[in-house]
């Protein structure tokens, strides 16, 4: 009966990896980024995934209008999703002043005209209103996270999945 049972493990074990490579499904990513918390985040299959909602942690393709300038600036190579929060969707408004962004006139974080090698980052300074399709993603952590700060709203398409943190890691 052992043997059985341990032939059916391997059975199923290699079903899962054939239809994680199927779907093109990670279960889990790792973030070492300091713009969200470090860690360990568990990928949530697309097909259990609600409408998306402020407070999400999203992976999502970066827009190709600023793709190429993030990897000049070696922020990402040409395969990376970036992981945000969503901090305002369709029909939510922002504002970007000289000090913080500001949602629906709630503080949300900082700003930076530098990045954090020193380099300028120009953000989207003035009231901006979130188009239908649209999601604003924000990394709490870090001011100089090169986010919807700098780049604006990204279309909810880019949005590859939605993740939950499994293990964060913290201290230095």
């Known amino acids: ?6 032939n059916l493990i391997c059975i199923l074990l290699l079903f899962l990896l054939l239809v994680f490579n199927f779907f093109e499904y990670t279960p889990f ?25 402020k407070g999400d942690m999203v992976l999502f393709e970066v827009p190709v209008t600023i ?12 395969n990376t999703y970036l992981l945000k929060q969503i901090q ?9 002043d000289d000090k913080a962004i500001h949602v629906n006139d709630e503080y ?7 990045d954090s090698l020193g380099r300028s980052i120009i953000p989207q300074y003035g009231k901006h209103h979130v188009n239908k399709g ?8 870090n001011k100089n996270s090169y986010d ?6 990204v279309p909810i398409k880019n949005i590859k999945n939605k993740v939950i ?7 230095k």
């Open 108 to 114: 949300v974080g900082d700003i930076s005209t530098r």
């Open 148 to 153: 919807g700060r700098y780049f604006g709203e």
């Open 134 to 141: 649209y999601f604003l993603p924000i990394g709490l952590n």
């Open 29 to 53: 990513t790792i973030n070492l980024s300091p713009s969200v918390p470090c860690g360990i985040y568990f990928v949530i299959p697309k097909i259990f995934q609600a409408d998306y909602q």
């Open 67 to 78: 793709k190429q300038f993030m990897i000049q600036r070696e922020y990402i190579d040409k």
């Open 88 to 96: 305002a969707l369709e029909g939510d408004t922002y504002y970007v």
């Open 165 to 171: 943190p499994l293990i964060i890691f913290t201290g």
């Open 1 to 6: 009966m052992g043997k059985f049972k341990a």
